[in-house]
């Protein structure tokens, strides 16, 4: 197989969700292993609604992701080549002119639905003479331009779905330029898609409907048809589509409530396919188990639950050295022993500054038996203090009160922490330190 050159093609009227990144990393990811190219692609025709803020935001997305595209490309720059592709199409007669109102066009819908017919256009934009044409144009009348389609099949060999074909007999000509002259998406993608010499066009499965439609303007272009991939889309776990209005779900929302990219990668790309729904730490091993012939025709639902889970599970394994510069940021670098002491009970790195808090303190320590803890102060061993410490301590601390399990433990966890939880004070206890646990342990704040 030849390099692929594939795209993500947003429109930058918001902020692109988990569902969106789906189909970005399959993209992405199947450029990398492949070693082809990752083209993004602004559909921001619609001027009105697109920003700028939303087109950075994006980029901002997936370079958070780790997939930054190797070429950037904006429709709002290309106009001339729509231009061209229009007029091309109307020399040769695949490009017609229809006057009909939205209103007009409704009506004849809903009478040839209580006939019992499939509602399809009439082509009477074809049977329109010139003389027709300037009467209406008179009456203030602006066309719109629709696709003639040739009533063939067409069949296409899908990359997740198999053989696939859709009779154009059964479609109605496509609108493909506007009353005002601004165009739909179809024309601009497909003009984009030949000039970028895309390879592979990998989207999600509301798609399929339009591919037949697609491929013909493809080929009555000149352009050879790219292959196609319609994966099945993500939904909540009650079945509701995801769009952009569920801000929580934005890649920006993930990445402000602090989770790792990867997290949102794994479940992104391995949900919804025969793979198992795991971490996966490295894009190239993501990349590796990407299947297109192996993702489910069913709906991959998302489980926010579910992303926590893989995101725990990442950072229990994350080195000191990949979080030293984020534990900086949070005035939480207590260094490699910390990190190792908190990691395992951490689902976010971000929540290692309250455990940090608790070794510096000042702590509230909390004295429920204070017998018992006045004990324990007096068996404290000297220092220097490392991961033997706890153990010496409590064993000395059981023998003489005879307390042990929850009974012997509790105490001094809520002495020296002010918790009834947290990570194992064998690591933790060296951390606090000599000085801060006996002042704790004599109940006072420290």
């Not at 008179?138 to 053989?163: C, I, N, S």
């Amino acid at each position: 197989m030849s390099k692929p050159i594939v795209r993500f093609a947003p429109s930058p009227t918001g902020r692109i969700h988990i569902g969106n990144a789906r189909t970005a990393l399959l993209n992405a990811l199947f450029a990398r292993r492949e070693g082809g190219v990752f083209v993004l692609r602004f559909d921001d025709t619609d001027l009105e609604r697109s920003k700028r803020e939303y087109a950075d935001a994006i980029e901002t997305d997936l370079a958070w992701l780790g997939i930054p595209p190797n070429i950037v490309v904006r429709q709002s720059e290309r106009f001339a080549l729509y231009d061209d592709a229009a007029e091309r199409l109307r020399m040769a007669g695949r490009l017609y002119a229809c006057y009909e109102t939205a209103e007009e066009l409704e009506f004849r819908r809903k009478r040839l639905l209580a006939r019992g017919l499939p509602p399809i256009y009439d082509r009477a934009g074809l049977k329109l003479t010139d003389d027709d044409r300037v009467k209406l144009e008179a009456e203030g009348r602006r066309p719109h331009w629709r696709f003639k389609l040739d009533h063939e099949t067409v069949t296409w060999q899908d990359l997740v779905r198999g053989e696939c074909h859709v009779d154009c007999a059964s479609l109605s000509d496509p609108v493909l330029v506007r009353e005002d002259g601004t165009y739909l998406y179809t024309l601009p993608s497909i003009v984009d898609d030949i000039d970028l010499k895309i390879t592979h066009v990998i989207r999600g499965e509301d798609h399929v409907t339009n591919t037949a439609v697609q491929i013909q303007i493809f080929e009555a272009l000149g352009g050879n048809p790219p292959v196609f991939g319609h994966h099945n889309l993500l939904t909540t776990l009650s079945g509701e589509g995801l769009s952009k209005r569920l801000g929580h779900l934005s890649l920006a929302g993930l990445r402000e409530a602090g989770l790792e990219p990867q997290a949102a990668s794994s479940l992104a790309v391995l949900v919804g396919t025969a793979e198992s729904v795991r971490p996966v730490a490295s894009l190239d091993d993501l990349a590796r188990l990407i299947d297109f012939a192996h993702i489910s025709r069913a709906p991959a639902k998302f489980d926010e639950h579910e992303l926590d889970q893989l995101n725990a599970k990442l950072v229990h394994e994350m080195p000191y050295e990949a979080v030293k510069d984020r534990l900086e940021t949070l005035d939480a670098d207590g260094g490699e022993a910390f990190w190792l002491a908190v990691r395992t009970n951490l689902t976010k790195v971000s929540e290692a500054a309250p455990w940090w808090n608790v070794v510096r303190g000042p702590v509230n320590p909390v004295i429920e038996d204070r017998a018992f803890v006045d004990a324990a102060a007096e068996l404290l061993p000297p220092a220097p203090w490392d991961a033997t410490t706890w153990k010496t301590w409590t064993e000395a601390v059981k023998a003489r009160t005879g307390q042990k399990g929850k009974a012997l433990f509790m105490p001094l966890r809520l002495a020296l922490t002010g918790l009834d939880h947290g990570p194992e004070l064998a690591a933790l206890l060296p951390l606090i330190g000599p000085e801060r646990a006996s002042a704790r342990l004599a109940g006072r704040a420290a």
